[in-house]
Every structure is written in structure tokens, then in C-alpha cells.
């Protein structure tokens, strides 16, 4: 016969209390039904617990048991507060991959309420271009990725889209093009030095693909990416939230023809379950990311 968690209980309240009736009253047991959760733990150990003579004296195999009794109680209530935390994801830890844009402007909001929500699970926040956070959620590294959908795989990764990041140019403040500050035509800028960077892949399948051959420059670094455009011998295109906003030098101007769009969004493996903590963080890019203020620019 195995031993029950309760039979323990009932041991440890008797000695507690110092008797089988106070003991009873704080278990909300009859004195009867404690009595004969002790014999049978007694049974099973096949040794007295407590004197024949006096039911509140421990035999020196109880005296033996008590200690050991104890510490496994504790253990056995620490761990089941643990593991119904963290099914509640109030522990443990999650990972998450995401596009440096996305990481700098949106991943803070939500960051922010979910430490203040889950104050004692650990977050892992990798930053990576389009291709490397996909690949990363993809090996199992990270729970969750937030990136563009353009290279995922409908069949092993589940996007959620999240925002429409529009693309534009950028240029310094005095270069002439700035007049067009509601919008430009790509031929406007067949005339200026184009410098090519990892999201222009956009422009591919446009005509606006143009700018990507006769490009002098290619710099995949965002921050080098700025430095270089500071130095005034070109322009680039970059979606609206990879543009920083106390910028003061350059300038994002919306590309109206083609008007291109990335879609940016949250995503996980299809037919994976994740843990209680990164469905915590899912479920709040959701609730405080989709048509918020924060993704429109307002």
C-alpha cells in the first residue's frame, strides 16, 4: 500500500497539536476518521507512530519519521506552488526573437505590462534580421518570434499580423526631394545615389527594383546604415518603424508609387504547444499591439 500525502498531513497536525482532537478540529476530519488515517499510515510503515498509552507521545520511530515527514511536506507544498505558478505563467521564462525595429519601438510597451503582470518570469529578447529570427524560432530556440511574414512557411509557422509598416525613403533634411513630404514617386529618385539595405528586397518585385541595381553602396548594419546616409552621398528605403523618431538629421519620406507596405507581425510553430508564460506574452502583443495608437504613429 503506498503512502498518501494526507496520511503525512494527519501525522504532522496530531504532533503539532498535541493530540488526535485538537488535531481533528484543525483538519476538519472526525476524531474517528484522523485516528484511522494514522493506523493505516502505520500499517503501511509497519511500525507505531505514537505510544499505545499515550496518543500524543511519539514512538522513537515516529520521533525518526517526524523530521523527515516534515522537510518531504514542505518540499511537496513548495512544489506544487511552483508548478500551479507557472501553470498560471506567473514563473519560468520565455524567449522571444524579434526584428530590431520591432524590438526598439513596440516590444517595450508590452515588455513593460508583462513585468508588472508576471513580476518573476525571465524574459530572453533577441534582436535579428527578418531571416535570423525565423530560423531561430524555427531550431527551437525562442517561443516567440515578431517579424514580416514575407519568408515563413505556412505549414510549420503560425503568423498572427499585427501591423502594416509602410515604406519610404530616407534622405537628409536638405536633400532636394524633401519637398515631396506627403509622398514620392520611386522616379523621383532614379537621379540620386541609392544606398541598399536588407529590407530593400521590398522593392523587388516592383518596378521600383531599379534603385536596388544601380545601387553604389550596400550597408546591412542599421546603425551604420544612419552614419552612412549622415554623410549625404545617398538614400535608402526603410519601413516607418526601423526610422527613429528623435531623428534630427534625416528625414522618412512615404513612398506613394508603388506604396509598399511590410507586414509585421507575431508568430510561433504550428502545432507546438508553448509554455503558459509565452502565451501570457502572445496573447498580450495581441491585445495591446493590433490597431494601437503606438503602430499608426499617433
Not at 476530519?29 to 493505516?40: C, G
Not at 511519539?58 to 516534515?70: A, E, H, V, W
Not at 523587388?204 to 534603385?211: I, K
Request: charged residues 20%.
Amino acid at each position: 500500500m503506498d503512502i498518501k500525502i494526507q496520511q503525512l498531513r494527519h501525522f504532522v497536525l496530531v504532533v503539532e497539536e498535541g493530540g488526535f482532537r485538537a488535531a481533528s478540529s484543525r483538519a476538519n476530519r472526525s476524531q474517528a476518521a484522523l485516528s484511522t488515517s494514522i493506523k493505516e499510515l502505520e500499517r503501511t510503515l509497519e511500525q507505531p507512530l505514537f505510544e499505545s498509552g499515550n496518543k500524543s507521545t511519539l514512538t522513537p520511530f515516529g520521533q525518526i519519521c517526524l523530521p523527515k515527514i516534515t522537510q518531504f511536506l514542505h518540499i511537496y507544498k513548495t512544489l506544487d506552488n511552483d508548478l500551479r505558478a507557472a501553470a498560471a505563467g506567473q514563473q519560468g521564462r520565455v524567449r522571444i526573437a524579434s526584428v530590431p525595429s520591432v524590438a526598439a519601438k513596440l516590444i517595450p510597451n508590452v515588455l513593460g505590462r508583462f513585468c508588472k503582470k508576471y513580476p518573476n518570469v525571465e524574459i530572453s529578447l533577441i534582436d535579428d534580421n527578418a531571416a535570423g529570427v525565423e530560423a531561430r524560432l524555427l531550431a527551437g530556440e525562442v517561443d516567440l518570434a515578431l517579424g514580416n511574414c514575407a519568408n515563413l512557411d505556412a505549414d510549420t509557422v503560425n503568423f498572427t499580423p499585427l501591423i502594416a509598416d509602410p515604406i519610404g525613403v530616407v534622405c537628409l533634411k536638405d536633400n532636394p526631394i524633401t519637398k515631396y513630404a506627403n509622398g514620392i514617386e520611386w522616379r523621383a529618385l532614379l537621379e540620386q545615389p541609392f544606398i541598399h539595405n536588407g529590407t530593400c528586397t521590398l522593392l523587388d518585385p516592383t518596378p521600383a527594383r531599379v534603385l536596388i541595381e544601380k545601387a553604389l553602396y550596400s550597408v546591412e548594419n542599421i546603425t551604420s546604415l544612419f552614419s552612412v546616409l549622415k554623410l549625404g552621398i545617398g538614400i535608402t528605403t526603410l519601413p516607418k518603424l526601423a526610422f527613429p523618431n528623435n531623428e534630427t538629421d534625416l528625414v522618412w519620406l512615404p513612398l506613394i508609387d508603388p506604396p509598399l507596405e511590410r507586414q509585421i507581425g507575431i508568430f510561433r510553430l504550428a502545432g507546438h504547444t508553448i509554455s503558459p508564460q509565452a502565451q501570457a506574452f502572445y496573447d498580450l502583443c495581441i491585445e495591446h499591439l493590433i490597431c494601437s495608437d503606438e503602430l499608426n504613429g499617433k
